[in-house]
C-alpha cells in the first residue's frame, strides 16, 4: 500500500462511518427521549399519516365524549325543573281534592285558589327561567322558534319541529257560551226606590235616586208616578197653576165625599187667593157634617188641615178649621181665609147636592202656584176650582227646571211628594232626587218613573245595601262592608269591588268593564254586544234567559269553555249572588286547513271541537281562538248573544324556526343527536284554567291536573331516556378511543428494549469509529519519518 500524506484516505473513510454511527445514534437517541417511534416524516412517512388521522379521531372521540356529558348536564337541569314542577302538580292535585269536598266555604277555596294561582304562576316562572349556558330550556326555545300574524293563534312546542311557512285557515261552526243567572233581587223591608220607565232621553234625565216614603201599592197595582217637565216657570204669567185632589178616604161607606167634591174656594175669604209655596194639604174631618142635614151655618173645629211643603220637605203642624155648610146651595166650604204652609187658601169641601162629610174623613189636596186671585164681589163658589184626574193612579207631578236650562253640568234636585191609601186614610210623605243635566231649552215633556217597595224587583237605581238578598239570616247586611268580587275566565283573573250605596246599575257596569276589559271576554268591535255581557232584566221576557224579572244574565263573547266565567268572593256574597248555569258553553266546531305558504302544497287538514290542532304540524300543537272566524251580536228577540261564521275562512300565518339543539357525539361531520324538551308550561299543561272556587270547578281540576301530571312523566321519561342514551354513547367513545389510541400506539410508540439495543450497537459503532479514525489520523506520521 502507497504511503500518501496529501489526502488521508482511510481517515476519510473513518469519519464517514463515525458520521452515520452519529446520525443514527441521534435518531435513537431521539427515540429513545420522545418514547416514539416516528418523530418526523422521514421516519415513517405513511405511518406518521395514519397516525395523524387517528390522533384526530381519539381527540375527536375525546371532545365529543365531553360534549356528551354536557348534554346530560343540560338535561339533568331540565330534568330537574321538571321535577319541582311534578312535586308543585303533586300539591295543586292535593289543593283539588281539598276544594272538592263540600264543607268549604267559598272563603276557604278563596284562599286555595290563591295558593292554587301561586303554584301556576311558579311552574310559569320555572318555565322561563330555567337555563343552561343562558340557553332557556323549558319555554320551547331550545326546541323551536315560532311567530304567527294574528294574536289567535299560539304554537305549542310538543317536539321536533317540521321549519317552514304555514297558512292555516280556520271555518267555524259556531257552539255556544256559557250563560249565568242570579237570584231575583228585591228590595228589603223597609227600601223603596225608582227607575225610569219612558221618557227620559227625552229631556235628559239621568236617574231617580234617593227614594223615601213613597208606596209601589197604594190605591193601585201600578208602580207608575208621572211627571210632567216644563221650561216655562210656574210662576209665570203664562201659567196660573192647578190643584186638585190626590185622593180621598171616607171613614163610612155611606159618605158621599169625593175627590170631585173638592176644589179651592174663595167664598168668605178677605185675602186674596195666594199660593206662595206649592205642595200638599191634608184635611181631616173633626165631626159629621152634610149639606141636607142640619142647619145652614158655621161648624167649629170641623176640620184639621196641615201642610207638606213640596219644595222643602217640611210637613207643618194641625190646624182646626172652621167649615160654613149652606143647605140651600149645597155647598162645605171653609170659613174664612186658612193660612197653613205659608198660603192664603180656602177649600170646596162639596160642590154637589146631598154632600156629606164624617169624622174620619181624609183628603189629600194638592195646590201650586196660584197667585193673586180676585175674591172681590165676582167670585162665586168653585169659580176658582180646578180639577184633574191622574190616569196613571199616582201623584201627577208638575216640575219647575228653570234652574236646568241651558245647563252644561248635570244637576240634582230633591222633590216631595205626599200620597193616600184611599183604602185605609194612611197618607205617605215621601221624597226623590232627580238628577237631570245639558237641558237644552226647548225640552220639556212627560217622565215616568216606577216605584218599587219591599218585596219588589229592584231597580236600576236600587243600592245594593237595600236589597233582600245580601241582608243575611242573622240580620246583618254584608254591605256593612265593602265587597271584593274576583272573575275568573279566558286564563285571567279581575276583581271588582262593591259598596253599600252602589246601585244596581254600579254593578252591572262594574261587571261588564270586568269581563269587557279585565278578562278580555268583550266584543272588541261591537258595543251592542258589549252592552249586553250584563243585563239586569227589568221586564221578563219568556222563554229566553231573561224569563224572570230582577235577575242578572251574565255572558261573555266568546265560546265553550272559553267562556266559562267563575266568581268568588265572601260566602254571603256568592249565596245573595246564588249563580246558577242556565246555558252550557259548547265548543265551535273548526274545520282547519294547513297548507305551505309559499308554495300552496296541502299538509293536512282536521276538525277540532277544542280549539288545539295536533298532528298535523309536526312537533306542534296550534292553539286557536275561540273567536276565530265567528262573529257575535245581540238578538234582543231571543236576548242571547248570537254567534255566526263570517263568510269565507279566516286565514292566519305560522312561521316556524327548527332549534333543537344538537349534540355532537362523534368525532367527524354529521355524528350528532338531537336534545329536545318539549314546552312545559301551564298553556301546554292545560293549566290555565284550572279553577277550585267551587266544588264542581275543583272536582273538574283533579282530572285536568292528573293529565299535566302525566304530561309531565312523560317529558321526563323522554329526557330520561335521552341522558341514558348519551351514557351509552359516551361509553362507546370512550371503549372507540380506547381502541384507537392503542391502534395508534402500536403505530407511532417506541419499542424502548428494541431501540435501546439499536441505540447500544450504535453506541458501540461511534465509539469503535472514532478510535479508528485516531488511528486513521496518524497514518501521515508513518510517511513523514521517512522525510527525517
Do not use: C
Not at 94 to 110: H, P
Not at 622 to 633: A, M
Request: proline share 1%; aromatic share 6%; no cysteine.
Amino acid at each position: 500500500m502507497a504511503m500518501i500524506i496529501y489526502n488521508n484516505i482511510p481517515s476519510l473513510t473513518a469519519q464517514r462511518y463515525v458520521g452515520i454511527s452519529n446520525t443514527n445514534l441521534a435518531k435513537s437517541l431521539e427515540k429513545l427521549s420522545s418514547g416514539l417511534r416516528i418523530n418526523h416524516a422521514s421516519d415513517d412517512a405513511s405511518g406518521l399519516a395514519i397516525s395523524e388521522k387517528l390522533r384526530g379521531q381519539i381527540s375527536g372521540l375525546k371532545r365529543a365524549a365531553m360534549n356528551a356529558q354536557d348534554g346530560i348536564s343540560m338535561l339533568q337541569t331540565a330534568e330537574g325543573a321538571m321535577g319541582e314542577v311534578h312535586s308543585i302538580l303533586q300539591r295543586m292535585r292535593e289543593l283539588a281534592v281539598q276544594a272538592s269536598n263540600g264543607i268549604y266555604t267559598t272563603n276557604d277555596r278563596k284562599y286555595i285558589q290563591d295558593e292554587m294561582d301561586q303554584l301556576k304562576q311558579e311552574i310559569n316562572r320555572i318555565s322561563a327561567s330555567t337555563e343552561f349556558n343562558t340557553k332557556k330550556l323549558l319555554n320551547g326555545d331550545s326546541t323551536a322558534l315560532w311567530s304567527a300574524d294574528s294574536n289567535k293563534l299560539t304554537a305549542i312546542i310538543r317536539g321536533r319541529v317540521a321549519e317552514g311557512n304555514y297558512d292555516i285557515k280556520v271555518d267555524a261552526n259556531p257552539g255556544q257560551n256559557y250563560i249565568y243567572k242570579t237570584d231575583v233581587m228585591t228590595l228589603k223591608d223597609g227600601a223603596y226606590a225608582a227607575e225610569f220607565v219612558e221618557g227620559q232621553n227625552q229631556i235628559s234625565a239621568r236617574r231617580i235616586t234617593n227614594v223615601n216614603g213613597l208606596n209601589s201599592t197604594i190605591n193601585d197595582s201600578t208602580k207608575d208616578y208621572k211627571l210632567t217637565v216644563t221650561t216655562t216657570n210656574l210662576d209665570s204669567a203664562a201659567y196660573t197653576g192647578y190643584s186638585g185632589a190626590v185622593g180621598v178616604y171616607n171613614a163610612d161607606t155611606s159618605s158621599t165625599l169625593a175627590s170631585n167634591d173638592l176644589g179651592i174656594n174663595t167664598s168668605g175669604m178677605t185675602n186674596a187667593l195666594n199660593i206662595a209655596n206649592s205642595g200638599y194639604y191634608e184635611i181631616e174631618a173633626l165631626a159629621n157634617f152634610s149639606s141636607t142635614a142640619g142647619t145652614t151655618g158655621t161648624v167649629a173645629s170641623a176640620i184639621r188641615v196641615r201642610f207638606y211643603d213640596a219644595n222643602t220637605g217640611t210637613l207643618s203642624d194641625w190646624q182646626n178649621v172652621n167649615v160654613y155648610v149652606d143647605t140651600a146651595a149645597n155647598t162645605i166650604v171653609t170659613s174664612g181665609d186658612i193660612t197653613v204652609g205659608g198660603n192664603n187658601i180656602g177649600f170646596d169641601l162639596g160642590a154637589s147636592a146631598g154632600a156629606t162629610v164624617r169624622a174620619g174623613d181624609r183628603a189629600l189636596f194638592w195646590v201650586a202656584n196660584y197667585s193673586n186671585v180676585d175674591v172681590s164681589g165676582t167670585a162665586t163658589n168653585g169659580s176658582a176650582q180646578i180639577q184633574f184626574t191622574d190616569s196613571y193612579g199616582k201623584s201627577n207631578i208638575k216640575l219647575e227646571v228653570a234652574n236646568f236650562v241651558s245647563s252644561t253640568e248635570y244637576k240634582s234636585k230633591t222633590y216631595y211628594v205626599g200620597e193616600i191609601n184611599t183604602a185605609n186614610g194612611s197618607i205617605n210623605y215621601g221624597s226623590f232626587n232627580l238628577e237631570m243635566g245639558k237641558m237644552l231649552p226647548a225640552q220639556s215633556g212627560t217622565l215616568t218613573f216606577e216605584v218599587a217597595g219591599p218585596g219588589d224587583r229592584a231597580t236600576d237605581f236600587t243600592q245594593l245595601k237595600d236589597i233582600a238578598r245580601f241582608v243575611n239570616a242573622d240580620g246583618r247586611n254584608i254591605f256593612d262592608n265593602t265587597q271584593a268580587l274576583t272573575i275568573y275566565g279566558n286564563g285571567k283573573q279581575t276583581t271588582i269591588y262593591l259598596e253599600g250605596n252602589d246601585t244596581i246599575k254600579d254593578f252591572e257596569d262594574k261587571l261588564t268593564n270586568a269581563i269587557k276589559d279585565g278578562l278580555g271576554m268583550g266584543n272588541d268591535g261591537n258595543v251592542n254586544v258589549n252592552d249586553h255581557l250584563v243585563d239586569y232584566v227589568k221586564t221578563a221576557t219568556s222563554g229566553t234567559p231573561q224569563a224572570v224579572a230582577g235577575t242578572f244574565v251574565i255572558q261573555s263573547a266568546l265560546l265553550g269553555e272559553d267562556s266559562r266565567l267563575s266568581f268568588i268572593g265572601d260566602q254571603t256574597l256568592i249565596d245573595g249572588l246564588s249563580l246558577a248555569t242556565i246555558q252550557e258553553g259548547k265548543n265551535s266546531e273548526l274545520t282547519v286547513t294547513v297548507t305551505n305558504a309559499h308554495t300552496g302544497e296541502t299538509i293536512g287538514s282536521d276538525v277540532v271541537g277544542d280549539y288545539t290542532l295536533k298532528n298535523i304540524i309536526k312537533g306542534v300543537d296550534v292553539k286557536i281562538n275561540s273567536s276565530v272566524d265567528v262573529d257575535s251580536s245581540w238578538n234582543s228577540t231571543t236576548k242571547k248573544l248570537s254567534f255566526a261564521s263570517m263568510s269565507g275562512t279566516v286565514s292566519m300565518k305560522l312561521h316556524l324556526v327548527d332549534n333543537a339543539t344538537q349534540l355532537q357525539i362523534g368525532a367527524n361531520e354529521g355524528q350528532t343527536i338531537d336534545a329536545y324538551i318539549t314546552q312545559l308550561d301551564t298553556k301546554s299543561l292545560g293549566l290555565d284554567d284550572v279553577y277550585v272556587i267551587s266544588q264542581d270547578l275543583a272536582q273538574k281540576s283533579i282530572t285536568k291536573i292528573d293529565k299535566a301530571i302525566e304530561n309531565v312523566s312523560s317529558m321526563r321519561a323522554t329526557i330520561g331516556a335521552q341522558v341514558n342514551r348519551l351514557e351509552y354513547a359516551i361509553s362507546n367513545l370512550n371503549v372507540t378511543k380506547e381502541n384507537l389510541v392503542a391502534a395508534e400506539s402500536r403505530i407511532r410508540d417506541l419499542d424502548v428494549a428494541a431501540e435501546m439495543a439499536t441505540f447500544t450497537r450504535w453506541q458501540i459503532l461511534n465509539q469503535s469509529g472514532t478510535a479508528m479514525l485516531a488511528q486513521a489520523n496518524q497514518l501521515p506520521q508513518l510517511a513523514l519519518q521517512l522525510l527525517r
